[in-house]
């Protein structure tokens, strides 16, 4: 667990000193918050200061990187990436009717921010496509037909049914709590808090491991990383409440939404080929732990467990 002053060195670093940090201290950003929740406007001044912009970004050692890169190495980032950039667009897409929802104007404005946020990873990964892979194409749209991801029955049924279905539910009666709070549970605590989180915090640290920190794709993905352990305070926070509120009634929807995601959580995380994990010192079933002891720490702090 990071001290209180590594803590405010994650919290305060620009894009340059990001690559000094690592992504288990950004992570104990949520853990922090477990002890001590913020409030929705303390996220919110936390996203003021912590700004980044995607045309900061230097990847000319990224391209060099990707030109000397093995056909293994490039196939394994590809597949990561391809998830990553696909699943940042799905979820910029379908935010929108969470902000209608919001329950209070705290939380409105907290999730105004991050659908910027969720916009700027998007915009991330197609720069990164466009200077360090190389792309013809000409637009987001045919860029992103290009990329879509040759992936398991699980990630389209989260990205292409459940998360657009809940979105659609909000969206038509946004005064519909039951929804936001599968809603918040599904994006927040599955795709966000479970499945992003851990990608992110394997590939970083390899990259950390083969002394790539300095590199733009390693900032800009440790940046991402932050705006994302907010989104989980975030989603932590409202669900959290929620139990406390009534947790005869919020608890089992929360429980409920979650078993039905157990399934698509290691389908997601689980490669085409195990040499894309394994190339890396790193195995299926340590990358599947440590995403599920992630959702465990959540759900204590939500106030709940998976087996009630
Ligand atoms: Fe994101
Ligand atoms: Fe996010």
Redo the contacts with the bound molecule.
Sequence with gaps: MASPADLERVGRASLTELGDIRIDDVLSFIDRGIENMPSYMDLYRRWESQQWAVSDIDFTLDRQDWIDASEGDRKATLWSHRLFFNG?ER?TATLAPFVWASPTPEIEIFLST?MV??AR?TAFFQRWWHEVVGTEAKDLTSLLKEIRPETNEGYNILFYDKLPALAQRLASNPKDFDAFVEGVTL??IV??ATI?LTGQRFELESMREQGLTDRGFYRGFTA?AR??S???SFGIKVLQEAVREDAARYAPLIQQTLIESLPLISGTLDPPDPAYVTDYGHTESEIIEFAMESLNKRLRAIGINLAA
């Design positions: 940042e979820v991050q946020d969720e990873h994006y927040h795709v966000e992003a991402v705006d994302e907010r989104h989980v």
